[in-house]
């Protein structure tokens, strides 16, 4: 009889020492977070499939801030963006204020709160996947959702970007109809070609955004770098924004506001050392050129011209901008060069800042008008080694 008693207490110890072996085995649970495992004072488990955790470690690891209340027994985490509340024994939960039910409820074991892991995990939009071979869940962050605000600015510092670094690219960040439209992937090809400017872009303001659709203020700066000369712009522009249907921004519009350009005291001032005979050869030049303004002479005008000057607009256009409209409807009496410096030269180019007088009649309603001009020109030696008018910026 002792026999049988000390035989069936063997049987009962390893009965219990198997169930706590296979316990243990169910329990080495693994939890990991962004590649990092958790350390949890209590081990996990299992109940009805649904694995529980102590609140504290999970809650901190997702980034939310623990709180404990406890006359209601409820165990809150909070970060700017969401609350999640859940109380002992209760398979009620609240996420943001809304009411969820869960499969399992927060335990109170070893005087720990245990809560369902993946309903808090997902509730953080945290990705929750579970091996059952290794035992491990693994929970990987949302990624970051960035608003379309700072959308839109990354997407105009992209712009900047492949501008300054002359990539074509750029034509990707506009809508394919309005590319096709205005011809905007030549005109880039041309601008990158002929230009070697800076692009700044300021004062960015949204000023709507609705749905798939904005309107974005900017301020745009090109400076030029190097190369022939041009002068400094600057534009006020709205740019009208579409949304696609996976979430990407393309320009679709474009309004000029305003239009000035820009440096242009600092680009006045900039004398240059320049031989003097050379300065006069080409002030005589445009003082030619005046006086075939004056006298309505368009071969002594086309003389003064460098044929690239030419070629680059036409002649048609010069006779049709002079002959035609000019000729036939004012008549110069004085024209007199006031100031002149040298601002820039490159290779065998040189640029004049040039301030000249006139008084003209307009023949259409007898209207004497007194004109000042300040104006950058460009000039450059033809085949004969004079010097020709290569390029003509008024600025008022």
């Known amino acids: 009889m002792r026999r049988g008693i000390i035989f069936s207490g063997i049987f009962i110890l390893s009965f219990i020492f198997s169930f706590n072996a296979f316990a243990a085995e169910e329990t080495e649970i693994e939890v990991w977070i962004d590649e990092k495992q958790l350390q949890f004072e209590e081990e996990p488990f299992i109940e009805s499939g649904t694995t529980l955790v102590p609140f504290r470690v999970l809650f901190s690891e997702l980034g939310l801030d623990v709180k404990w209340d406890q006359e209601t027994k409820t165990v809150t985490g909070e ?21 969820n039910e869960m499969l399992v409820m927060p335990q109170l074991v070893n005087n720990h709160t245990f809560v369902p892991l993946r309903f808090v995990g997902e509730s953080t939009g945290a990705n929750v996947q579970w091996d059952s071979v290794t035992k491990t869940i693994s929970i990987t962050s949302p990624e970051p959702k960035v608003n379309d605000e700072e959308l839109i600015k990354e997407f105009f510092n992209q712009y900047e970007e492949f501008y300054n670094e002359e990539n074509l690219q750029i034509v990707s960040l506009f809508e394919e109809q309005f590319l096709e439209d205005w011809g905007i992937e030549s005109e880039f090809e041309w601008d990158f070609e002929n230009y070697n400017d800076h692009l700044e872009m300021r004062d960015l303001e949204i000023l709507s955004i609705e749905d798939n659709e904005v309107y974005v203020y900017v301020v745009e700066i090109y400076e030029r770098i190097d190369g022939s000369f041009y002068l400094d712009e600057m534009y006020e522009q709205i740019y009208s924004l579409v949304k696609s249907k996976n979430d990407r921004w393309f320009i679709n519009d474009i309004e000029v506001v305003s239009f000035d350009y820009y440096n242009l005291e600092e680009l006045k001032n900039s004398n240059v050392d320049f031989p003097v005979k050379d300065e006069k050869e080409i002030l005589a030049t445009f003082q030619k050129y005046l006086d075939s303004i004056k006298e309505e002479n368009l071969d002594k005008l086309k003389s003064t011209l460098h044929v690239e000057y030419i070629d680059l607009l036409g002649l048609e256009w010069f006779e049709e901008y002079y002959d ?9 009496t004085f024209v007199q060069i006031e100031e002149s410096s040298v601002v820039h030269i490159y290779e065998d180019e040189v640029t004049l800042f040039i301030k000249f007088n006139t008084i003209l009649t307009n023949k259409n309603i007898g209207e004497v008008e007194v004109e000042m001009y300040e104006s950058f020109i460009k000039f450059k030696k033809s085949k004969n080694g004079q010097w020709k008018i290569l390029q003509i910026e008024s600025i008022y």
């Open 324 to 332: 035609g409209f000019l000729f036939n409807n004012y008549d110069y």
């Open 79 to 99: 970060n700017e963006t969401l609350k999640v509340e859940l109380t002992l024994n209760s398979n009620l939960a609240k996420v943001n204020g809304e009411v």
